[in-house]
């Protein structure tokens, strides 16, 4: 008989996940500062940054965090907004895009990678993602360039790096920008010291809850460009410049400041940042160890060049054949019941969203058909991106990281859960 946990059986995990977000006096002590001091606003210390006096000038939590989240990235300029998402809009703007363009990006990610380009009056056109990787296939890009298109925007899913180099040099060839999604992967670099946000024009990083950088919500702008740097200060401060006055606007710009408490505790878990991710990489490794011989459950392919990982998500591909037609559903059920959080991911890919259903891009009276003879049919990308589709239906299975923090025992008890659920599959047929 099986001694599955899902038929009645022991669970294989039986020690605590790690609790997320991790915090301390240290985070405590950053937060109440801001509040103690009465500066809750990154231009409350404005004019004393401005010099004059004995006393040292105080500087804003948003400023210094822009400053030491540029260091570590090893970019020119660093920009700090309200979310990742509000991050996208403000780069999809700032190269410039108009109405009628296009953009370039994968179909397998979170919807604001389109909806920043929808807000453009531009469209998002669809390229089908590595069936090793989940990342935007280099291999299909050029196909997809049309006299309209203007930007590619990878997503660094997972928290990893995508195949950067080709697609910058497919940008370049044909005078494109390039922003980097990099919203999973703060502190991720290649060799070299080639960071996550900056290879392209812009890139951009996200602070939402479950990201491996955290404070609730909050975004960053990285670009090593000055002329990218001044239109996004310029964008997230309500469209001023350094030179006007408070009240002279010179562009439709956003109120996208980050908060003093916000910045506060972002410093100092940016502090943590690296000794994280390479927890989170040994816990992966010894994980990925232990279950190397479960048929049918392989990890997605990580990039070759990477010497820190982020392991936002920890991804792998269920083949069905390799457990008898088991769906994965059941596998994940089996799964969960030991004790693992283990889900299936995006129900459908982004152009399978009702918004695409719901929104009129075809009407001569829309703003999606400036300077277009033809609108896109967003139905088409299902026959066009088959690897996305079927990552959404029957094969990606997700891990966040917050397990992968765990002690080697944690660890441990996660991979004899995979084991024990293959040794025993056929009960679940």
Same mark, same amino acid.
């Given at each position: 008989m099986?001694?599955?946990?899902?038929?009645?059986?022991?669970?294989?995990?039986?020690?605590?996940?790690?609790?997320?977000?991790? #915090?301390?006096?240290?985070? @405590?002590?950053?937060?109440?500062?801001?509040?103690?001091?009465g500066? #809750?606003?990154?231009?409350a210390?404005?004019?004393?940054e401005?010099?004059?006096?004995?006393?040292?000038?105080?500087?804003?939590?948003?400023?210094? *965090?822009?400053?030491?989240?540029?260091?570590?990235?090893?970019?020119?300029?660093?920009?700090?907004?309200?979310s990742?998402?509000?991050a996208?809009?403000?780069?999809m703007?700032?190269?410039?895009?108009?109405?009628?363009?296009?953009?370039?990006?994968?179909?397998?990610t979170?919807i604001?990678?389109?909806?920043? =380009?929808?807000?453009?009056?531009a469209?998002?056109?669809?390229?089908?993602?590595?069936?090793?990787?989940?990342? *935007?296939?280099?291999?299909?890009?050029?196909?997809?360039?049309?006299?309209?298109?203007r930007?590619?925007?990878?997503?660094?899913f997972?928290?990893?790096?995508?195949?950067?180099? %080709?697609?910058?040099?497919?940008?370049?060839?044909?005078?494109?920008?390039?922003?980097?999604?990099?919203?999973?992967?703060?502190?991720?670099?290649?060799? &070299?010291?080639?960071?996550a946000?900056?290879?392209?024009?812009?890139g951009?990083?996200?602070?939402q809850?479950?990201?491996?950088?955290?404070?609730?919500?909050?975004g960053? =702008?990285t670009t090593? $460009?000055?002329?990218?740097?001044e239109?996004?200060w310029?964008?997230?401060?309500? &469209?001023?410049?350094?030179?006007?006055?408070?009240?002279?606007?010179?562009?439709?710009?956003?109120?996208?400041?980050?908060?003093?408490?916000?910045a506060?505790?972002?410093?100092?878990?940016?502090?943590?940042?690296?000794?994280?991710?390479?927890? @989170?990489?040994?816990?992966v490794?010894?994980?990925?160890?232990? +279950?190397?011989?479960?048929?049918?459950?392989?990890?997605?392919?990580?990039?070759?060049?990477?010497?820190t990982? &982020?392991?936002?998500?920890?991804? !792998?591909k269920?083949d069905?054949?390799a457990?008898?037609?088991?769906?994965?559903?059941? !596998?994940?059920?089996a799964?969960?019941a030991?004790?693992?959080?283990?889900?299936?991911?995006?129900?459908?890919?982004?152009f399978?969203?009702?918004?695409?259903?719901?929104?009129? !891009?075809?009407?001569?009276?829309?703003?999606?058909?400036?300077? @277009?003879? %033809?609108? +896109?049919?967003y139905?088409?990308?299902?026959?066009?991106?088959?690897?996305a589709?079927?990552?959404?239906?029957?094969?990606?299975?997700?891990?966040?990281?917050?397990? !992968?923090?765990?002690? %080697? %025992?944690?660890?441990?008890?996660?991979?004899?859960?995979?084991?024990?659920?293959?040794?025993?599959?056929? $009960?679940?047929?």
């Open positions: 099986s001694n599955l946990a899902l038929l009645g059986g022991p669970k294989a995990v039986t020690l605590p996940e790690p609790t997320w977000p991790i #915090w301390d006096d240290e985070d @405590r002590q950053a937060v109440n500062g801001v509040l103690e001091s500066n #809750w606003w990154m231009y210390v404005g004019e004393a401005l010099g004059g006096g004995d006393e040292e000038p105080q500087r804003s939590q948003v400023d210094q *965090l822009e400053r030491e989240f540029a260091a570590l990235h090893h970019v020119k300029h660093a920009f700090a907004v309200t990742g998402s509000t996208l809009e403000i780069c703007r700032g190269i410039g895009l108009k109405p009628g363009d296009e953009v370039i990006t994968t179909p397998y979170f604001a990678t389109a909806t920043c =380009i929808l807000h453009c009056g469209l998002p056109v669809f390229v089908d993602v590595d069936p090793e990787t989940y990342n *935007l296939d280099p291999n299909r890009i050029e196909e997809a360039i049309t006299d309209r298109t930007a590619i925007l990878p997503v660094y997972a928290g990893e790096i995508a195949d950067i180099e %080709a697609i910058m040099a497919i940008a370049q060839k044909h005078n494109l920008k390039v922003v980097e999604d990099s919203a999973q992967a703060p502190g991720v670099c290649l060799s &070299g010291d080639r960071y946000g900056s290879f392209g024009e812009a951009i990083f996200s602070f809850a479950s990201k491996t950088l955290n404070s609730g919500e909050g960053m =702008i090593n $460009s000055d002329q990218m740097a239109i996004v310029s964008l997230r401060h309500v &469209g001023r410049t350094k030179e006007s006055l408070w009240y002279e606007h010179h562009r439709i710009g956003h109120n996208a400041r980050m908060t003093e408490f916000t506060a505790l972002l410093r100092t878990q940016l502090k943590k940042l690296p000794a994280q991710n390479a927890k @989170r990489m040994a816990g490794k010894r994980f990925f160890d232990k +279950i190397a011989g479960v048929e049918g459950f392989v990890p997605a392919k990580l990039h070759p060049d990477e010497t990982r &982020g392991h936002y998500l920890v991804l !792998f269920y069905p054949a457990w008898d037609g088991l769906p994965r559903e059941r !596998f994940l059920e799964l969960t030991e004790g693992v959080g283990a889900i299936s991911g995006y129900t459908f890919p982004s399978d969203n009702p918004l695409f259903q719901k929104t009129d !891009f075809a009407s001569p009276a829309s703003a999606y058909m400036v300077g @277009r003879d %033809a609108a +896109i049919d139905t088409s990308f299902r026959a066009n991106c088959p690897v589709v079927r990552a959404c239906e029957s094969e990606a299975v997700w891990m966040m990281h917050t397990p !992968f923090l765990g002690e %080697a %025992a944690y660890i441990d008890q996660l991979a004899d859960a995979v084991v024990k659920v293959r040794e025993n599959y056929r $009960s679940l047929l």
